[in-house]
């Protein structure tokens, strides 16, 4: 199992503020031969008309030494996370959650911006002390 990212309690947390509820960590998912773990499963209950709305969050920090390198792995696994929920669980959304200071950084920048709409990469933007989130993009 791989190890948790430097933010993922105060994801979780943040999450867990805006009353979700957390069901997997890590949400396992086999696939297409292949063992997979996205960091964070979570379900937001609703109205008892409605179906409550499940999400997966794959979570990245950017603390290494490249920002390039880091967006073309997380990049590499949300497609590879995407895929596998399209089979497996078709009706769970996938988020990849960031740092707001990464967002107003490295992901202002237009090649970034460009995979992310391309891609259809949806975010969750993070303050990583505050443990809040501070946007939802779909």
Request: glycine content about 4%; cysteine-free; hydrophobic content about 45%.
């Amino acid at each position: 199992m791989p190890a948790k990212d430097i933010f993922h309690d105060a994801v979780r947390h943040a999450l867990e503020k805006e009353q979700w509820i957390i069901t997997d960590d890590p949400l396992f998912l086999r696939f297409g031969g292949v063992d997979m773990y996205v960091d964070l499963a979570a379900e937001q209950l609703m109205s008892a008309e409605k179906n409550g709305e499940k999400i997966a969050v794959e979570i990245k920090s950017f603390i290494g030494v490249s920002a390039t390198t880091e967006f073309s792995t997380a990049l590499g696994q949300f497609l590879k996370y995407q895929l596998a929920l399209e089979e497996r669980d078709p009706n769970r959304i996938l988020y990849l959650a960031i740092p707001i200071d990464v967002d107003r950084g490295f992901f202002s920048l237009e090649l970034p911006r460009r995979l992310i709409e391309k891609y259809k990469v949806n975010l969750i933007v993070y303050e990583p002390e505050d443990e809040e989130i501070v946007r939802w993009q779909k």
